[in-house]
């Protein structure tokens, strides 16, 4: 199990990583599912709105994403800029629905 934290400060453009659950994307009428394997397009993490970009293997899922050029885009949970050891920060330390392969 890997937390947002340990994305954050880990993954960079060009790691693999797998989903560990399943992810509801609903607004694209669309579910990652479990075992979905990724690139790592950017880790943006660490910015103000904390997003990281992925590119999943299947190109099913790429042509449903096709208005975000075929990326899925986590966020997460922690408020940006938050420091993960206080209160504000919990969410950094939430499990992430993926891991690195």
Do not use: Q, Y
């Not at 899925?72 to 392969?101: F, K, M, Q, S, V």
């Amino acid at each position: 199990m890997t937390t947002w934290f340990e994305l954050s400060r880990d993954l960079k453009a060009g790691d693999r990583v797998v989903f560990t659950a399943p992810l509801d994307r609903f607004s694209e009428d669309l579910i990652v599912p479990s075992g979905t394997t990724c690139m790592v397009v950017a880790n943006g993490l660490n910015e103000m709105h904390p997003t990281l970009f992925l590119l999943p293997d299947d190109p099913e899922i790429r042509k449903k994403l096709a208005a975000w050029d075929g990326e899925i885009l986590l966020t997460c949970p922690a408020d940006a800029g938050a420091d993960p050891d206080t209160e504000e920060g919990a969410g950094w330390h939430d499990t992430a629905p993926i891991e690195l392969l």
